[in-house]
């Protein structure tokens, strides 16, 4: 058990940015301290990468387990060389496409990054992010910034202050606060050290957008993505989890809401509260006889409002106090393929088929 700490709270607007707050969560960072900013895909928790005692303070906070790496943040192209041991003409074009955004490149990695950041690994993962709160403060630093996201391992990733202020009050020196964030769900992870650019983990740039650029034969996503133990695929453990158990649907919509019905009357029936997490297209007026919290991802055809809402909503299932959630899986299309890869992994690694 760690010892708690006074967490500071301040709150910049990224549409006109205090120079003078982020100079002071700069010194924090540079002086060993652990600092929550935004960005724009969920909250994430920095450390210098060369503070190698406040790295693993990123461990102990999170609880995070030790053999799963870091992603290293930059403000600049130029940070890249001080990381990566070598860098492809590939990085090249994916940085000048995708950067500043929410696209993680693993490379092969210098000898002066510290075996904490990635977790033994030779590789190092490094992102440009696009919040304009990020860069400033990776400015202001002027080191790379070790940050995974700012929850407990485990949790929901964090998409608003509130949620890190939950997971992480008492724990750390500073948390930023700037509003919600705009993607909402962690960046895509590439691996660039094979002969095709392997998708790790799916976010916030779409295979759809890397195929665009490279074509379908270039890029290698594996269907059942678990990257959080990197390169030593076949662990599986419970991720981005509510506390209530989770099953995740698929199959055809009507067959769908009438498994929900019959499942909402069950669970009534037995005193359980059930909550669903679905597209506008699902609600059904039977649900509010039935007492179900429906909980929506938005529109079905626009994947990027699921994505946005997602985290929150799985946080919301536990302030509702539910104990039980459905959630109906998102057509895999766009960054409706990571908001299918979180929600499949808070499932336990398990997706239901409904005939
Ligand atoms: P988080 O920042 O908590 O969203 O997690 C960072 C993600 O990046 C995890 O899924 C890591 O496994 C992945 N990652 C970080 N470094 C590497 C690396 N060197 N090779 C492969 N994956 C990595
Ligand atoms: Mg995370």
Redesign the pocket.
């Known amino acids: 058990m760690t010892e708690l700490i006074k967490t500071e709270i301040i709150t910049v607007n990224p549409e006109a940015i205090d120079q003078t707050a982020l100079a002071r969560a700069a010194t924090v960072l540079r002086r060993g301290g652990l600092v929550a900013f935004p960005t724009e895909t969920v909250y994430g928790l920095g450390a210098v990468i060369y503070n190698r005692e406040s790295v693993k303070k990123i461990f102990t906070v999170k609880g995070r387990p030790g053999d799963?790496?870091?992603?290293v943040h930059i403000y600049q192209w130029e940070q890249l060389m001080e990381l990566a041991r070598e860098v492809p003409e590939t990085a090249r074009i994916l940085a000048q496409r995708f950067w500043p955004g929410p696209l993680?490149l693993?490379l092969p990695k210098k000898e002066a990054i510290p075996v904490e950041v990635?977790a033994g690994?030779p590789?190092?993962?490094v992102r440009l992010p696009a919040h304009p709160v990020a860069q400033e403060l990776l400015r202001q630093t002027g080191q790379p910034v070790a940050a995974?996201?700012a929850n407990t391992s485990g949790r929901p990733?964090p998409t608003r202050s509130s949620h890190v202020i939950a997971d992480l009050d008492g724990k750390i020196e500073l948390i930023i606060d700037a509003g919600p964030t705009g993607v909402g769900v962690?960046s895509t992870?590439l691996?660039l050290t094979g002969p095709k650019l392997r998708i790790?983990?799916p976010g916030g740039v779409t295979r759809e957008m890397l195929e665009a650029v490279f074509g379908p034969e270039l890029v290698e996503a594996p269907p059942q993505i678990n990257?959080?133990r990197?390169?030593a695929p076949g662990m599986k453990y419970r991720h981005y989890a509510p506390r209530a158990p989770l099953r995740l649907l698929t199959g055809d919509p009507e067959l769908v809401r009438r498994f929900l019905l019959e499942g909402a009357a069950a669970a009534r029936a037995q005193g359980k509260k059930i909550g669903i997490i679905a597209y506008d297209e699902d609600q059904d007026p039977a649900f509010a006889v039935t007492g179900v919290t429906f909980f929506s991802l938005g529109r079905r055809a626009n994947p990027t409002e699921g994505a946005a809402r997602l985290f929150h909503l799985l946080r919301l299932c536990d302030q509702a106090g539910v104990d039980k959630i459905y959630a109906v899986a998102p057509p895999r299309q766009g960054v409706g393929e990571a908001v299918f890869n979180r929600l499949y992994k808070a499932a336990g690694g398990k997706v239901e088929e409904i005939k």
């Open positions: 799963n790496p870091l992603i993680t693993v990635s690994l590789t190092v993962a995974p996201s990733s962690e992870v691996d790790l983990r990257c959080e990197p390169l």
